[in-house]
């Protein structure tokens, strides 16, 4: 048999397979019983089953054929944001008289806090407009970069961390059905260093086993030190060294070579400050900086040279205080 | 003093235009199709950077072929009725003389459109659709919006820059002419100087000519009214080791580079130059603050924040300097720009990858590149058949799995 990406392959089919999130399956369950669907918003961090849920409502709602039968579509908000798609993709699926015994279809927005404000607007009338033909599953991360009138008109379902105890069990359970052998502490590890996103934990699991059929913690390191070679900490060590040419080589590899959004780099070199080994008083200071920094770079400034400048500030903040 | 050398050698014959071969010839046509009595428009719009010939090569065809010119610079007109005396009466009388014929030529057009008075262009645009005699249009910016009704009855010709080769033996005709001599190098000088416009290299020939038999590079310094480029190389000397503000200030002035490429120069060349970590981080952020002006124009086209952005850039810079090096380290250019090149059919890749990883798996490409594609890459390295497998889902060609491998 030939494989697909576990992901795909374990993905729930119905609500009774999505994991954990018990309060929220069982009311997606009771509004699919009683066919009472409100445009509704799943929020929460990324990898603990909104979309997953969505799709799995679908099918239970609707059968199988959820999607090819046109009851079901999904917009990715984040590849097609802006009001032109809302506009006409949206627009044009919404209008459109829905068939069959349950009356209306359902759009999935996913990633929909990427929506421009201006598009979030047209949404909303669209929501009213066509309420009788269809429903809105939002899902987003944030839900204050939905605008208020929209949440307004959504019931919120607001989705949980998985817990480790919980993932660790689940993806013990994939090691088995892929026959592989996998030890707790392998497993504990993926899930700390994916930081409990269970897609990117899956996902390490499959990229572990082609490394090996008996994973250990080693194998894991060795999957998580392919994926995240660790250049943010090796710019930081190279800048706090005093190399800075060397430290602005591998940003501008990251940013321009790997295409890495900046917004991640600085929140890599967030999480790294902490664990630096400097006075508690140089980590505030740098703070401060990295928080300029992403003001700047919010506003429109370069993110090179924003973060070059903050480079080139490492060497001093080492020596001082 | 003498004539003016830009009447003295303005050419009398349409062949001795300077460059703009098939802007001229195209100018021909059109005059002949009136001659034929069969004009596809009744105006001709001649447009392009100023001191390039467009006027000129009007003058000289109606010279050569014996028309009446009636020469009106629409800068003068201030409203419909100047406009309807001189133009509306002129191209109406040509067939009562019947004699000679008329031609009418109306200089910077792109004047009445920038003032206030719409009349003007309305009148003009009336005229244009009476006249039985050919009007000639000529303006800067044929793209102003107020001449767009205009654009639209003419017949439009392009002019371009004269080319550097063409402006430097036409000079030198003219240096032969007055009997001066003049440097190769100076010559250059001038040309360059001029980007392309031939009647202020005439202007400054003429200048630096004045009371001189020998002209040498040295004495272009007479050229003070325009700010005569500097390569990149030593403008950022005077960013890196000038006395201060105002010669560092300066060169982003006279650079003959634009201020983004010049930037991108100094940000790559500083930390070459300022070794002492503390200069380059306080040079670094001087730059990070003038990166954050420059950020400040182009959203709402605030072109005002260029003057905070200057001064940080290249002052800024100059005086981060804690102590003063003669060492003299080579300036490079900019590696950013060959990575650039390098990185972009990388980058492109990435996201034709991503965006197939996307639309399987119920996420963004944005997503999919940063929690997909690079477990992918493991597999890919290291597991031939489940990569197989993979690509054959994901329907990847072969540059993806090649990408994905690498």
């Known amino acids: 048999m030939s494989t697909i990406p576990w992901t795909e392959k374990y993905r729930p089919k119905t609500l009774k397979e999505v994991i954990d999130q018990k309060d929220i399956v069982q009311s997606l369950k009771n509004v699919v019983e009683s066919r009472a669907i409100p445009h509704m918003l799943f929020v929460g961090p990324a990898g603990v089953g909104k979309t997953a849920s969505a799709h799995a409502l679908a099918r239970d709602l609707y059968g199988g054929g959820y999607m090819s039968e046109g009851m079901f579509v999904e917009v990715n908000a984040s590849d097609e944001r802006g009001l032109q798609t809302v506009r006409e993709k949206v627009k044009l699926f919404a209008r459109s008289q829905a068939f069959g015994e349950v009356g209306f279809r359902i759009i999935l927005l996913d990633e929909s806090d990427q929506l421009t404000e201006d598009a979030q607007h047209a949404l909303r009338r669209i929501m009213e407009q066509f309420s009788s033909n269809c429903r809105f599953i939002l899902v987003a991360n944030y839900s204050n970069k939905i605008i208020e009138p929209i949440q307004s008109r959504c019931a919120a379902f607001r989705f949980r961390l998985l817990p480790k105890k919980i993932v660790t069990k689940y993806l013990g359970e994939i090691a088995k059905k892929e026959s592989l052998k996998a030890s707790d502490a392998a497993l504990e590890t993926i899930y700390d260093l994916s930081n409990g996103d269970l897609r990117k934990c899956i996902n390490a699991l499959q990229a572990a086993s082609s490394l090996s059929k008996s994973i250990d913690e080693s194998v894991v390191y060795k999957v998580m030190g392919y994926v995240d070679r660790g250049e943010v900490q090796r710019m930081l060590e190279l800048a706090a060294s005093g190399e800075f040419l060397k430290a602005r080589e591998v940003l501008r590899q990251m940013l321009y070579y790997d295409g890495v959004a900046g917004r991640d780099i600085l929140d890599t070199i967030f999480r790294q400050i902490f664990r630096m080994k400097i006075s508690d008083r140089r980590k505030m200071l740098l703070v401060d900086q990295l928080g300029e920094v992403d003001h700047r770079i919010s506003e429109g400034a370069s993110e090179e040279i924003q973060l070059s400048a903050l480079l080139a500030k490492i060497p001093l903040t080492e020596r001082a205080g | ?406």
């Open chain 2, 1 to 406: 003093m003498s004539a003016i050398w830009t009447e003295k050698y303005r050419p009398s014959k349409v062949k001795d235009v300077v460059g703009n071969k098939t802007a001229v010839e195209q100018f021909v046509k059109y005059m002949e199709s009136w001659e034929k009595g069969k004009p596809s428009k009744k105006s001709a719009l001649l447009y392009g950077q100023p001191g390039i010939g467009k006027t000129t090569t009007a003058i000289a065809y109606a010279g050569e072929h014996g028309y009446d010119l009636v020469e009106v610079n629409a800068s003068d007109f201030r409203n419909a009725q100047r406009i309807k005396d001189i133009v509306g009466t002129g191209s109406q009388q040509s067939t009562l003389v019947g004699t000679r014929r008329r031609m009418i030529l109306v200089d910077e057009v792109d004047g009445i459109a920038g003032r206030e008075d719409a009349g003007g262009v309305a009148a003009l645009s009336k005229a244009i659709s009476e006249t039985k005699v050919p009007i000639i249009l000529v303006a800067n910016d044929p793209w102003n919006k107020r001449l767009a009704t205009l654009r639209q009855k003419s017949k439009t010709i392009p002019f371009r820059k004269v080319h550097h080769a063409s402006l430097i033996s036409y000079l030198r005709r003219i240096c032969s002419a007055e009997g001066v001599n003049v440097s190769q190098d100076a010559l250059q000088d001038i040309a360059r100087d001029s980007s392309g416009d031939l009647r202020s290299a005439i202007n400054d020939l003429q200048t630096v000519c004045e009371g001189r038999k020998n002209v040498g590079e040295e004495d272009l310094g007479a050229l003070g009214y325009r700010d005569r480029p500097e390569s990149v190389f030593d403008a950022l000397n005077s960013v890196f080791h000038g006395e201060g503000l105002d010669e560092a200030r300066r060169s982003a002035g006279k650079v003959d580079k634009d201020l983004k490429t010049f930037f991108a120069w100094i940000v790559d060349n500083a930390p070459r130059q300022l070794t002492r970590p503390r200069d380059l981080a306080s040079a670094m952020e001087a730059l990070a603050r003038a990166d954050v002006y420059m950020s400040r124009i182009y959203p709402n086209q605030r072109w005002v924040n260029l003057r905070y952005a200057v001064p940080l850039m290249t002052g800024g810079v100059a005086l981060s300097r804690s102590e003063t090096s003669r060492r003299f380290v080579r300036f490079m250019y900019p590696e950013k720009f060959a990575f650039m090149a390098r990185a972009r059919s990388h980058r492109t890749k990435k996201r034709e990858v991503a965006s197939k990883i996307a639309s399987k798996s119920h996420c963004s490409s944005y997503v999919a590149s940063k929690d997909i594609l690079p477990f992918l890459r493991v597999v890919f390295q290291n597991d031939e058949k489940m990569a197989r497998d993979l690509a054959e889902f994901f329907e990847f060609v072969k540059s993806d799995v090649e990408f994905l491998a690498k």
